[in-house]
T-cell receptor, first 115, second 109 residues
Framework: GAGVSQTPSNKVTEKGKYVELRCDPI?????LYWYRQSLGQGPEFLIY????????DSGLPNDRFFAVRPEGSVSTLKIQRTERGDSAVYLC?????????????FGPGTRLTVL | DAKTTQPTSMDCAEGRAANLPCNHS???????VYWYRQIHSQGPQYIIH???NNETNEMASLIITEDRKSSTLILPHATLRDTAVYYC??????????FGTGTRLQVTL
């Protein structure tokens, strides 16, 4: 079946602009995760949704970052007043129910470049 | 989450077994060990996971020591397509995965 998809695959924006990144999880998966990966580093956790609600947003770096999942399926990561340090690959993953025994499946990522 | 330690890089000849070690000496009794890999410019790909027993699937085998302080991922017949960064992750009670910097495996002819 279809895996996790993310759009756009690449996004170039200017410092100070607003961006939205979209994630379509595997159909039926109730848990959805966002991670961020800087060059040469492993992915870093940002936020975890269980259904429509954010169960853990401890990884969001500051209040410029916000994510929603209004119908419990598609999720959007929103970044306000982008800074050059926000440049990274943003990865989305989903799993059937959440929890440590539940395997997360990742999308291909969105490469964000802030000029 | 348990802290994991992996070698920075390893080489393996094509067709040979690749054995990737991971130390997770602080792992607690209910933490799983997960392995993912990331091929250049792609999202992480799930490989295998285990709790206490050794596990095998179509991609790899996972050998966990009896004291659970370390594990080894085995790719039985490495190919050039297995060149990637391999991450060993100990999951805690939280749902998030904590990635380290992983092992860069280079498979050569």
């Amino acid at each position: 079946g279809a895996g996790v998809s993310q759009t756009p695959s690449n996004k170039v924006t200017e410092k100070g602009k607003y961006v939205e990144l979209r994630c379509d999880p595997i159909s039926g998966h109730t848990a959805l995760y966002w991670y961020r990966q800087s060059l040469g580093q492993g992915p870093e956790f940002l936020i975890y949704f269980q259904g429509t609600g954010a169960a853990d947003d401890s990884g969001l770096p500051n209040d410029r970052f916000f994510a929603v999942r209004p119908e419990g399926s598609v999720s959007t990561l929103k970044i306000q007043r982008t800074e050059r340090g926000d440049s990274a690959v943003y990865l989305c993953a989903s799993s059937e129910t959440g929890g440590q025994k539940d395997t997360q499946y990742f999308g291909p990522g969105t490469r964000l470049t802030v000029l | 989450d348990a802290k994991t330690t992996q070698p920075t890089s390893m080489d393996c000849a094509e067709g040979r077994a690749a054995n990737l070690p991971c130390n997770h000496s602080t792992i607690s009794g209910n933490e799983y060990v997960y392995w993912y890999r990331q091929i250049h410019s792609q999202g992480p790909q799930y490989i295998i996971h285990g709790l206490k027993n050794n596990e095998t699937n179509e991609m790899a085998s996972l050998i966990i020591t009896e004291d659970r302080k370390s594990s080894t991922l085995i790719l039985p017949h490495a190919t050039l397509r297995d060149t990637a960064v391999y991450y060993c992750i100990g999951t805690g009670t939280a749902s998030k995965l904590t990635f380290g910097t992983g092992t860069r495996l280079q498979v050569t002819l």
